[in-house]
Every structure is written in structure tokens, then in C-alpha cells.
């Protein structure tokens, strides 16, 4: 399962409904096909497109991949996405994400996608949640198992500095209620 990305990039379109008549773009490595037609691949690209509302995703991958459970890799940057979406956090298998360069203004919607038991690498630069000061660390915070965060590693010492970062916050949290 492991064949080249559905790469379903820059084809212009705002609706993931709108994917399903779009043909994947080929690359050096071949999409492999099912007897169903479907591919037989854990990765798909939808980025640079217009994308606003991720309510198809699932359908989407059911329409394109031979087992859409185990999506691991999933490349929704440079679109035009607003909220982290709860579908998102229904890809349990799902290792890489790269929302960069959308439109997140919410950095506590980053928290949803701590359920995600694999997740290790994310991309968020480009969005409004990176002017928030706390941003690197609220994302590590949220996301413990990270080892990549905006093409950089995640050091030990961010790791410490995101844990007492989310101890002072929860603190100040309880203080005002």
C-alpha cells in the first residue's frame, strides 16, 4: 500500500465533490490500481486548490483509495481552510498533515488533533495562528507525539518549554475561574 500519492493538486476546484471527476496527476512513480479501480495508496494531495470545507474528506477518499482507513500522509496546504475540522481527526493512521498557508486564526482548534495517535509531523506556518506568541508551544503541547513541526524538528528543550508553558497556562486558567 505503500504507491505514490493521489496527488490531486492545483486542479482549481472548492468542493472536495468536485475531485471526484478529476483524474489524479501522474508522477515518476506510477499509481497502482485494485480490481476496483480504486489505487492502492496511503497518501493523497489536495493542496493548492480552494478548498473551504472538508465535509466530503471521507467520501473523497473512499471515491479515490483502496483502503481510505489507512491514510497516513495528507497534503491540504494552500487552500482556503478556516477550522480544523472533526473529520480530521477521524484519520487514525494519519502520520503527516500540511495545512500550511490556509486560513487557521484559531490556535486552541490544534488541540482536536491531539486524539490522533500517530500523527508525528504538521505543517500550520502560513495561517494567523502563527503571529499568536505561544504558537510552538501550544502546538507541541497540544500534539505530544510530534517529532516535526513546519519542516523543523521538535528539540527536547521546546518539549520541556511547551510542558511548562501548558502548566503556567492551565494554572492562570484556574486562577480565573
Given amino acids: 500500500m505503500n504507491g505514490a500519492p493521489v496527488d490531486l493538486s492545483f486542479k482549481h476546484f472548492s468542493s472536495l465533490s468536485d475531485a471526484w471527476t478529476e483524474e489524479p496527476s501522474s508522477s515518476l512513480r506510477p499509481l497502482k490500481r485494485n480490481s476496483k479501480k480504486k489505487y492502492l495508496s496511503c497518501s493523497m494531495r489536495l493542496n493548492n486548490n480552494?478548498?473551504?470545507?472538508?465535509?466530503?474528506?471521507?467520501?473523497?477518499?473512499?471515491?479515490?483509495?483502496?483502503?481510505?482507513?489507512?491514510?497516513?500522509?495528507?497534503d491540504l496546504s494552500f487552500n482556503?481552510?478556516?477550522?480544523i475540522d472533526k473529520v480530521l481527526c477521524e484519520l487514525l493512521?494519519?502520520?503527516v498533515l500540511y495545512l500550511h498557508g490556509n486560513g487557521?486564526?484559531?490556535?486552541?482548534?490544534?488541540?482536536?488533533?491531539?486524539?490522533?495517535?500517530?500523527?508525528?509531523?504538521?505543517?500550520?506556518?502560513?495561517?494567523?495562528?502563527?503571529?499568536?506568541?505561544?504558537?510552538?508551544?501550544?502546538?507541541?503541547?497540544?500534539l505530544p507525539r510530534l517529532k516535526t513541526m513546519d519542516f523543523s524538528a521538535v528539540t527536547r528543550q521546546e518539549r520541556v518549554m511547551a510542558k511548562i508553558w501548558s502548566q503556567s497556562h492551565r494554572r492562570s486558567r484556574e486562577t480565573l475561574q
Avoid: C
Avoid at 61 to 69: I, K, M, Q, V, W
Avoid at 80 to 83: F, V
Avoid at 119 to 136: F, P, S, V
Fill in 50 to 74: 480552494n478548498i473551504t470545507d472538508l465535509h466530503d474528506l471521507h467520501a473523497t477518499f473512499g471515491h479515490f483509495l483502496a483502503e481510505p482507513s489507512q491514510l497516513a500522509w495528507l
Fill in 93 to 95: 493512521e494519519l502520520r
Fill in 80 to 83: 482556503n481552510i478556516s477550522h
Fill in 104 to 142: 487557521l486564526f484559531i490556535l486552541s482548534e490544534v488541540d482536536r488533533l491531539g486524539v490522533l495517535p500517530r500523527l508525528h509531523t504538521i505543517t500550520l506556518h502560513g495561517n494567523m495562528i502563527e503571529t499568536n506568541k505561544a504558537y510552538r508551544s501550544r502546538v507541541i503541547s497540544a
